[in-house]
């Protein structure tokens, strides 16, 4: 089956960089998502890795080691806004399609 | 651009009742989702549409039942609602199934059974 692991809470200043872990055990693996939600609001896309190495995006960067099965998501220049929920998901053939399967979520508090 | 809509944004039923949750895109995407957001439990694929006309079942799919009959809507049905099925219920859709396809979710839908 399918398994998702990361860390349930992470705490973080502003300004400061902070990298948030995803592990995952999956058949058929085909990539790894990182997606943002803040309270009461709709998951939204961050980023995607298919092959092993940095991704960058303005603030946020993930990272992905396939023979490790591992990833990261990295966001630099913390601020408040970006206090919010952070989902890892695999995509993995399931059953006849490729679907994503998400983590239980890291919640990223950042403070003054 | 509305994107991915959801209606109704809450709802409260009693066990037993019935209701549909209605998903609209206006991005023309083949694919659409439904997940459901438990506390501590990220989303979990309930059903799942390949296009039009088209459904299959997904991680926690007993007690659902779906349509997709339009392209560019898919209905989430509860037939006799249980209070384990209290959730947050969340649309998304995206181009096709492939890696590199970002899902686009709908605002969501609170739902409470009694």
């Known amino acids: 089956g399918q398994s998702l692991e990361q860390p349930s809470e992470v705490t973080a200043v502003e300004g400061a960089i902070v990298q948030i872990n995803c592990t995952y055990q999956?058949?058929?693996?085909?990539?790894l998502s990182w997606y943002q939600q803040h309270d009461g609001g709709a998951p939204t896309f961050l980023s995607y890795?298919?092959?092993?190495g940095l991704e960058e995006t303005g603030r946020f960067s993930s990272f992905l080691s396939r023979s490790d099965s591992y990833g990261y998501l990295l966001l630099q220049e913390l601020q408040m806004k970006d206090s919010a929920s952070y989902f890892c998901?695999?995509?993995?053939?399931?059953?006849?399609?490729?679907?994503?399967?998400f983590g239980a979520g890291t919640r990223l508090a950042v403070h003054p | 651009n509305a994107g991915v809509t959801q209606t109704p944004k809450f709802r409260v039923l009693k066990t037993g009742q019935s209701m549909t949750l209605l998903c609209a895109q206006d991005?023309?995407?083949?694919?659409m989702y439904w997940y459901r957001q438990d506390p501590g439990m990220g989303l979990r694929l309930i059903h799942y549409?390949?296009?039009?006309?088209?459904?299959a079942k997904g991680e926690v799919p007993d007690g659902y039942n779906v349509s997709r009959l339009k392209k560019q809507n898919f209905l989430l049905g509860l037939e006799s609602a249980a209070p384990s099925q209290t959730s947050v219920y969340f649309c998304?859709?995206?181009?096709?199934?492939?890696?590199?396809?970002?899902?686009?979710f709908g605002d969501g839908t609170r739902l409470s059974i009694l």
């Open positions: 890795n298919a092959l092993d």
């Open positions: 998901a695999v995509r993995a053939m399931k059953g006849g399609y490729n679907k994503l399967i």
């Open positions: 991005m023309n995407h083949e694919y």
């Open positions: 549409s390949v296009g039009e006309g088209t459904t």
């Open positions: 998304a859709s995206s181009n096709q199934g492939g890696s590199n396809q970002p899902q686009h």
């Open positions: 999956t058949s058929g693996f085909y990539g």
